[in-house]
């Protein structure tokens, strides 16, 4: 690419003349966007402020100037939620355009110190395990109401994560009254399962065309807890280690379909990785364990084995 | 001049196509045009999307450590010098094989050509550290310089471009270290003055049409170039730098050598950046200025701080949001070549496009300016894209 190619392709008729003066004026840099600068900018003050408010909270509590600024930061707060009620679009199935460029910060910002402030009342109010336990659903639940309501991805993946949350601390909690929270035996299996019926909600909703765009965050996330908790259980049940890699076989075997489906290659990736670890363990445990020097050759041939079937085969690869 | 591996019709063929499809996806030309383009501008060249090109990645690495293995397996007990030989030539044996059987078969940046490539430069740059017992330290630097200039230079490939400009300040650095004496006070200047001397050369070397292949790696050598400047000037590195390095005792009350010049420099390199991107509209300078300045923030916090780092945040939160946002105001009708609006997204779908072009050459802000870059374009094309001097 030259800068004299658009003006080539417009004698070439490839463009048209008034295709070319849009196109001259970006590549020659008459014009340059500096969209992508300020969103940045912005970003970080949102995720500074929010930052900056949350210890704010944690400190000092219970003095009287404190009290105030938390009054303040709830106020924000509201004004966020005010403004994304008053500018937001109607709610659609499919993708909608944020109103303004501002919109999706204010939201996230909202949402931000939304959780700054619930915790706090948290603690301030009442410090037992199981109200944190519902708070963390109740979090989740209204930041996938925010998410879907004024269609925000981020928004979408703290919603996720703060489920997960919820999920992880339900299952331990009998552990956490019993005083051995830090005893999770158990938790790469709750991430299975959660994975797995995130996975299937997530899959019906995809059939039925609500919010399309964001499957690809859910199966992001659903992927990668499956992977590194069945990569998880291998090691720490090696009881069952069986199950698990045919587990992890079966997720490849979807992440295949996906890569196949939708040409989103980035599930590869996560699944080759974490069959490989698991096939390279089971040889390792059943088969290799006498003869080192056939790890060398293992390496060199399972990889170079994989190498060449991708260059050979690499229409499948193709976007 | 074409001095790399690659056939260079097919890789400008490449970026055409790549920059077209990105066109068609912001709606400045249509589907059936892409297609066009992309017949006319064909490349054969084996160049795969970013997570196949990572997962090949990975696979290579491991397969050559695997080889690797092999080759010392077969080879163990033959005494240091002769393994330090060995790592040298299965080194030019990996240059050899990724040449002849991937990029001669029109790989270009596939993933297995990054990955062996690295592993080879490993591999000289090992052997060669072996030869002197890994105690020669200019031996290891003028190799790594050597492999790293010459690996660019043939594969084009910007980790290696990085890690030569890592090998060249380290290499600066340390030998004006070990001069002693005065010379260990001026290194900040010397690598001032080294840098800017190559930002200059750079932007000299930019304008030649020849080197577009090289344009990639020369956008990262010039990035590298102004953070080692900024970094060299500023009074955070300098100061902790003297302190760790070089025994400096730094007394309550005292401050390090020259400490007014580094507050300067640590203040004035990124306005200068940030002014200088904004007149000659370089995003690149903008960028560094824009991350340079946030570090000198942080640099005059770390020192003088008064205890409350929730109000710093939620300070300069409040500052970024407002600069942010009166920017995007300001800039929301583009105003001396800039504009706040996403020219390359689905922008361009709700945004009246010949209204934004009017606004901008006709009824806009510099039409004769406008007009004479028009015609200067046409000029361009023999002249080989001297672009800013109209």
């Known amino acids: ?319 | 001049m074409n001095k790399s591996v690659y056939n260079q019709e097919w890789i400008y063929n490449l970026h055409v196509i790549k920059q077209a499809k990105l066109w068609m996806k912001h709606g400045l030309i249509q589907p059936d045009q892409f297609t066009a383009i992309k017949n006319l501008y064909k490349t054969p060249l084996f160049h795969p999307n970013r997570a196949i090109r990572i997962l090949l990645f990975i696979a290579t690495l491991i397969a050559t450590s695997g080889m690797i293995g092999i080759v010392m397996l077969m080879f163990s007990g033959v005494g240091e010098m002769a393994i330090a030989i060995i790592c040298m030539l299965s080194g030019a044996a990996a240059f050899w094989i990724m040449e002849h059987a991937f990029i001669n078969k029109n790989h270009y940046k596939s993933g297995v050509t990054e990955g062996i490539a690295y592993m080879a430069c490993g591999l000289v740059i090992v052997g060669v550290a072996m030869l002197g017992d890994f105690d020669v330290i200019i031996m290891i630097q003028v190799t790594c310089l050597l492999v790293f200039s010459i690996a660019t230079f043939r594969y084009l490939d910007l980790m290696l471009t990085l890690a030569f400009m890592v090998t060249l300040s380290w290499m600066i650095f340390y030998h004006t270290y070990e001069a002693g004496g005065i010379f260990r006070s001026i290194i900040p200047f010397v690598f001032i003055l080294i840098f800017s001397a190559s930002y200059f050369l750079l932007q000299q070397i930019n304008k030649h049409a020849d080197l577009n292949l090289w344009s990639d790696n020369l956008l990262i050598l010039e990035v590298c170039c102004l953070v080692l400047i900024y970094a060299a000037g500023n009074y955070l590195v300098v100061r902790e730098l003297s302190v760790s390095m070089m025994d400096l005792l730094i007394e309550p009350g005292e401050d390090i050598p020259f400490a007014f010049l580094f507050y300067f420099f640590t203040i004035a390199i990124p306005v200068a950046y940030l002014w200088a991107g904004i007149q000659r509209k370089d995003t690149v300078l903008l960028r560094v200025g824009l991350v340079t300045l946030a570090f000198s923030v942080f640099t005059f916090k770390y020192y003088y701080s008064f205890g409350h780092p929730e109000i710093t945040l939620i300070l300069s939160g409040i500052i970024s949001i407002l600069v942010a946002v009166l920017l995007m105001r300001y800039l929301k009708d583009s105003r001396k070549g800039f504009t706040s609006k996403n020219l390359v997204t689905s922008a361009w779908a709700n945004l009246n496009v010949e209204a934004f072009i009017i606004s901008q050459t006709m009824g806009g802000n510099q039409p004769e300016k406008v007009e004479a870059k028009e015609m200067g374009g046409g000029g361009r094309m023999g002249g080989g894209g001297a672009s800013t001097s109209f």
């Open chain 1, 1 to 319: 690419m030259t800068r004299s190619t658009p003006r080539q392709m417009a004698e070439k008729k490839l463009i048209t003349e008034d295709e070319f003066k849009k196109i001259e004026l970006i590549t020659s840099g008459k014009i340059v966007s500096v969209f992508y600068e300020l969103r940045i900018l912005l970003y970080m003050g949102v995720m500074l402020f929010a930052s900056g408010a949350g210890i704010l909270i944690y400190q000092n509590i219970g003095e009287l100037g404190h009290l105030a600024s938390i009054l303040l930061l709830a106020v924000i707060m509201l004004g966020c939620f005010g403004y994304a009620i008053k500018h937001g679009h109607d709610y659609k199935n499919d993708q909608v355009e944020s109103p303004n460029a501002y919109f999706d910060y204010v939201l996230l910002l909202g949402c931000l110190l939304f959780v700054s402030i619930q915790g706090y009342m948290q603690v301030q109010y009442d410090a037992f395990t199981q109200s944190m336990l519902w708070n963390t659903l109740i979090t989740a639940i209204f930041y996938f109401y925010i998410a879907y309501r004024y269609d925000h991805i981020g928004v979408l993946s703290l919603a996720i994560t703060a489920l997960a949350t919820f999920w992880g601390l339900k299952i331990s909690s009998k552990k956490w009254y019993n005083g051995d929270f830090f005893d999770q035996a158990d938790l790469h299996i709750t991430a299975m399962v959660f994975a797995t019926l995130l996975a299937g909600i997530v899959f019906s909703l995809d059939k039925k065309s609500i919010k399309k765009h964001f499957t690809f965050t859910y199966k992001n996330f659903c992927f990668l807890l499956f992977f590194i908790g069945a990569l998880t259980g291998i090691f720490i049940d090696s009881i069952y280690d069986l199950l698990f890699v045919s587990l992890i076989y079966v997720g490849c075997i979807f992440a295949w379909q996906q890569a196949q489906q939708k040409k989103s290659f980035l599930f590869l990736v996560y699944a080759f990785t974490a069959a490989y670890i698991a096939t390279t363990y089971l040889l390792g445990k059943y088969l290799f364990n006498s003869e080192p020097v056939l790890w060398y050759y293992y390496f060199l041939i399972s990889c170079g084995g994989i190498i060449y079937g991708i260059i050979q085969y690499k229409r499948l690869f193709k976007r």
